[in-house]
């Protein structure tokens, strides 16, 4: 054999093992793009955004309010969910009133449960290393129509007002229907607009970290 033909037949051998290596990497390159697009058990499952979490809403961990109940939550040691038949069975308040509304000059008798022993019994987490804690205390009342209305905790409690706010379960001697819940009832006020109908949500909390954290 010459020289010249035992170069070629090295050089032959050489494309063969180079033709073989490609022809390998080719197929495992289609395996995996296959088992990548197709087959969900190949393909590595994605990660969730990192904005998911933050901005799931707490919300979503909560019960649906059913017609007529009231969920007291917020900064407490203990919500819980209230209903009319419920508030009937509590010691009962009576308020005669006058406001304005929409409809013009109201004046009605209501009977109900204070406001604030209802909102007591979910032990709000006022700090109590701050003088006069509860001061700082808001309540966020919801209605009907995701209707809203704030008021300050020394509003309803009678160790700092005179007025008798209520969870009125009638209105006149007549009781409201219990889908419809309860009427907030504002003795205080000379306009109707914290008179709020249909309530379904009692939030309790504190201002600062509102206004801590302003800027």
């Known amino acids: 054999m010459t020289q010249d033909e035992d ?6 051998r050489a494309a063969g ?19 990548t697009a ?3 058990k190949g393909a590595a499952a994605p990660s969730a955004p990192a904005s998911a979490s933050a901005s799931a809403s707490p919300k979503a961990s909560l019960a649906p309010i059913k017609p007529g109940e009231v969920r007291i939550a917020g900064e407490v ?12 069975k509590l010691p009962q308040a009576e308020a005669s009133v006058e406001f304005v509304s929409a409809k ?3 004046k009605h008798t209501y009977q109900g449960v204070l406001l604030h022993e ?3 019994a979910a032990q709000p987490r006022f700090d109590q290393s701050k003088k006069n804690g509860q001061l700082r205390g808001v309540v966020a009342a ?11 905790w020394a509003e309803i409690d009678p160790g700092f007002a005179k007025s008798q706010v209520l ?8 009781a409201f229907e219990d889908s419809a819940g309860p009427r907030l009832v504002v003795p205080q006020d000379t306009r109707g607009g914290r008179y709020v109908s249909e309530l379904n949500q009692l939030w309790v909390g504190t201002v600062d970290p509102v206004v801590d954290g302003a800027h």
């Open 77 to 88: 040691d203990k919500p819980y969910t209230i209903t009319l038949a419920d508030l009937r």
């Open 104 to 106: 013009g000059d109201q």
């Open 167 to 174: 969870l009125a379960v009638s209105e006149d001697g007549t």
């Open 118 to 120: 209802v909102l007591k």
């Open 7 to 12: 170069r070629r037949i090295c050089a032959g």
């Open 142 to 152: 919801t209605g009907g129509g995701d209707y809203r209305a704030v008021f300050a």
């Open 38 to 40: 197709d087959d969900p």
């Open 17 to 35: 093992r180079v033709a073989h290596v490609c022809a390998a990497a080719a197929t495992a390159l289609l395996i995996t793009s296959c088992g």
